[in-house]
């Protein structure tokens, strides 16, 4: 295939802002090494500046001004550190069928979108903040993963994935108000002893939800029925709950069978018909909107309504229910607040017998019941400590793998109902745009495959303007016209009936058919012009994929340009992989 693309870099992020994004999120590898400099307007020696403004600035040799212009030195340090991330850390990254807690509830990884909002970690504070993934990453994977499994965790990564743990080995650590957390490689941890945890500050956002209101609304969830407008009721003869839905404040009178019904205010019924009508569960904008006390005294109201009151007393929740929106709800509000759970399945036959009036008789309809356990201490799992309770272990795979970013770095996942704080992955700082000129609709077909880059096409019904005032390409310099047009294969079958395809569309446009229209009948080999974002793990994925000799002719040609397109600085960072495949034998 003759070259017919062209391939340019218009915009590629500076190495230091990646190695300052990689010393936030890991915390542990020292002070950079980057300079910042200016040179003096009159001898010309370089003088080293911060941020602050280069006019505060003077020479040291001459005392005069320094220039305004700065130019970024990036050290020999960050410039290792950043190698160590993008070449020895490729692939940091999740099982296929691991879940990420969002605010629209818990999703598999591989579904998530950048349109989600991530429940993260602030390692600074311990709050949780809802953060946009910024990137999100798909691999194929064949080998082994560590699997750090218990009866709390289950959680399988890459060996250099990054995982939030306490080092247990430090003594401070060992007590459980004591510990740090930081993200460190798993297989950095594969035989230490060391903490995964489940804790947090819970979320912290202000609100004017009173604390009767949300009570009020776990009392409901747990034991409560909408009668429609502004009336609840519920249908309960125990004391104690009598005198906590008395105690809770709110105007009510008792029916027939004893009832209690509540007129609510006009501003409140949303909460109340909206989880009745969602079979007590409750809905994603209403989660939005609490905070960690609003939820503690929600479950305080389940617990009252619904729960073994004698377990709560003493400090642990236990609420039990048929409905599978509610133990949804459950699910995101422990963690929005701080908390853990454990759930068991009772099963029950479709046909169950009660014990009523003296006989037995039968119930027909029974619904499976949910027991949960809301654990709201000891949220940390222990591994390799000396009585071998846990130990982490190698584990064969082969399928996909993937990861996300948020600017926070520390996510909440799952894998078999069983939830962690872990890591995300890093290198996807530096961002390379490029402007792609000359291939093929087919290869514009395979790159529209990769999710892990972002592209912008010129628009077809523009490049057809042209098209329509050209010539009839049926002719003896017409193939030579063509190929401003179209990719040629230098197979002669194709080539030709590229050429007459592109012909009918001609045709078609200079009979009056609309551009919208023709641009139906255009060939596979029609050539586009699109930008194309990517960053450089998602860069160092594509190489490695396009590169190999099993892929398109095409796309190998343009994974090479790209490769070359880089800066020389940053081509280090995907050489490995480009000397791998024997690139040099693609064509150019």
Request: contains cysteine; neutral net charge; glycine residues 4%.
């Amino acid at each position: 295939m003759e070259k017919q693309m062209s391939v340019c870099v218009e915009h590629i992020t500076p190495l230091h802002v990646c190695s300052d994004a990689i010393r936030t999120c890991w915390r542990s590898e020292g002070l950079s090494d980057t300079k910042r400099v200016a040179y003096c307007n009159k001898c010309r020696k370089e003088v080293i500046v911060d941020d602050s403004d280069v006019n505060e600035y003077r020479c040291s040799e001459c005392d005069a001004t320094v220039d305004k212009e700065v130019r970024v030195i990036i050290g020999d340090k960050d410039k290792a550190l950043i190698d160590r991330v993008g070449n020895k850390n490729k692939h940091a990254c999740f099982s296929d069928d691991t879940e990420v807690m969002t605010l629209q509830g818990w999703k598999y990884i591989k579904d998530v979108t950048k349109n989600d909002d991530i429940i993260t970690l602030n390692p600074e504070t311990s709050d949780i903040e809802y953060q946009k993934p910024t990137n999100l990453f798909e691999y194929d994977f064949k080998g082994e993963l560590i699997h750090f499994k218990g009866k709390h965790i289950d959680l399988l990564v890459t060996d250099n994935h990054k995982v939030y743990i306490s080092d247990g080995r430090k003594l401070k650590n060992r007590q459980y108000d004591e510990r740090e957390f930081n993200l460190v490689e798993a297989s950095e941890v594969f035989d230490t002893q060391h903490y995964h945890t489940k804790r947090s500050n819970g979320v912290q956002i202000r609100n004017n939800i009173p604390n009767n209101l949300c009570k009020l609304i776990g009392f409901f969830i747990g034991d409560g029925t909408y009668r429609g407008g502004k009336t609840i009721e519920f249908h309960i003869t125990k004391e104690r709950k009598i005198t906590y839905l008395k105690n809770l404040g709110f105007i009510y009178r008792i029916g027939a069978n004893d009832r209690h019904i509540i007129e609510l205010h006009e501003d409140d019924v949303h909460w109340f018909r909206d989880i009745y009508l969602n079979n007590k569960g409750m809905t994603d904008s209403q989660i939005s909107k609490l905070n960690s006390d609003n939820i503690k005294n929600i479950f305080d109201g389940w617990a009252n309504a619904d729960g073994d009151y004698n377990l709560y007393k003493i400090g642990s929740i236990e609420i039990a229910t048929t409905s599978a929106q509610a133990i949804d709800t459950i699910s995101r509000l422990v963690v929005l607040c701080g908390w853990d759970f454990s759930i068991s399945h009772i099963r029950r036959a479709k046909e169950d017998t009660i014990w009523r009036n003296g006989k037995i008789t039968k119930k027909e309809n029974v619904k499976d019941c949910y027991k949960i356990r809301i654990i709201r201490y000891e949220l940390d799992v222990r591994f390799n400590n000396s009585q071998n309770e846990n130990k982490p272990e190698y584990k064969y795979y082969d399928g996909k793998i993937y990861c996300l970013e948020v600017p926070n770095h520390i996510i909440m996942v799952r894998r078999h109902g069983k939830q962690i704080w872990s890591g995300n992955s890093t290198l996807e700082h530096i961002y390379i745009n490029y402007k792609i000129e000359g291939i093929s609709r087919a290869l514009l077909q395979e790159l529209s495959r990769h999710r892990i880059a972002s592209l912008s096409v010129e628009s077809t019904r523009y490049t057809l303007k042209r098209l329509k005032a050209e010539e009839s390409f049926i002719s003896i310099t017409g193939a030579r016209k063509a190929q401003k047009y179209l990719v040629m294969t230098g197979n002669s079958f194709v080539d030709n009936s590229a050429i007459k395809a592109l012909e009918n569309v001609r045709m078609g446009l200079r009979e009056g058919y609309s551009n919208d229209v023709m641009k139906y009948a255009l060939p596979e080999a029609y050539k586009v012009t699109l930008r194309w974002s990517v960053n450089m793990r998602s860069l160092q994925n594509f190489l490695d994929l396009r590169l190999n000799k099993a892929a398109l002719m095409e796309i190998r040609i343009l994974a090479k340009a790209l490769y070359e397109a880089l800066p020389n600085e940053y081509k280090y960072l995907v050489e490995d992989i480009y000397d791998k495949h024997n690139s040099d034998e693609i064509p150019n």
